[in-house]
């Protein structure tokens, strides 16, 4: 039985965020071709097979972090309306290897250097803190790629960190644009 995963983007213009100087730095540090507004924040969710979705939420078990805060791994609802979503397929070991790895990971501090230093070749790895004697530490695609390295759904020789914004761009040709609708209960008319 295959399982799905969702990877979860909130856009730099969405009104979910708050207005501040840090939402609005890390929507200049990237651009996109189409003049789009940039990706700023991703999320894991994890969904379990037949987990139904309603109408106008996505609902699971999410994996991220937040600036200064904790990897987190609890279940969440996702609106519809300020999400954008990719879905990937991948085998019950790989989901139960991806979850555990967020289990393991949750409560893990912010990668405050690395998120601001993502683009030079200095940046600190979510690893690199285990030298000080200190848990590793993440921003939010860092841990999304961590767990989809630890899965085998991303190769090893994928950067762990990069923007929110490249992360969204490098899945797009490997998973499918999903709007989270449980396209069962949707009946088509053709007139």
């Known amino acids: 039985m295959t399982h799905k995963i969702m990877l979860c983007f909130v856009r730099s213009d969405s009104d979910i965020l708050q207005a501040s100087w840090l939402n609005r730095a890390a929507a200049s540090m990237t651009t996109n071709d189409d003049g789009s507004p940039p990706f700023i924040h991703s999320e894991l969710l994890f ?5 139904p979705s309603g109408t106008d939420t996505v609902s699971g078990l999410a994996c991220s972090i937040v600036y200064s805060g904790q990897v987190h791994l609890e279940s969440k609802r996702f609106s519809r309306k300020e999400w954008f979503f990719r879905s990937m397929e991948c085998s019950k070991s790989q989901y139960d290897m991806m979850l555990q790895f967020c289990q393991e990971r949750k409560g893990n501090g912010f990668n405050h250097l ?76 053709f007139v």
């Open 47 to 51: 969904c379990p097979p037949g987990s």
């Open 114 to 189: 690395g998120y601001f230093l993502y683009w030079s070749p200095l940046r600190p790895s979510p690893t690199s803190y285990q030298w000080l004697g200190m848990s590793p530490r993440w921003y939010c695609s860092e841990i999304v790629i961590g767990a989809l390295k630890h899965g085998e759904i991303l190769d090893s020789s994928v950067s762990d960190s990069m923007h929110p914004n490249e992360l969204y761009k490098m899945v797009q040709g490997s998973s499918m644009a999903d709007c989270g609708r449980n396209m069962k209960d949707i009946s088509l008319r």
